[in-house]
């Protein structure tokens, strides 16, 4: 069940089936400096993503204004 959780929060952070198969099969074999690294280059990734969505986001939103004559 633990193995589950892990790859559901693996693929919620925003890790492919295959970096959560690499990473789970490493993670045991990495030091704190190592898994350190992957989770800062994760992050480095989401916040990318998170920026991207927020842009779509404005788009929509001027979009809208327009189409309602606002």
Do not use: C, P, Y
């Not at 198969?21 to 280059?41: F, G, I, P």
């Not at 979009?63 to 309602?68: Q, S, Y």
């Amino acid at each position: 069940m633990r193995r589950l959780e892990l790859i559901r929060a693996g693929r919620a952070a925003g890790f492919s089936l295959t970096q959560m198969r690499t990473q789970m099969s490493d993670w045991e074999h990495q030091d704190d400096a190592e898994r350190t690294a992957t989770l800062e280059n994760q992050l480095q990734v989401i916040e990318a993503k998170i920026a991207e969505l927020e842009l779509a986001r404005a788009d929509v939103t001027d979009a809208l204004r327009t189409l309602r004559g606002s």
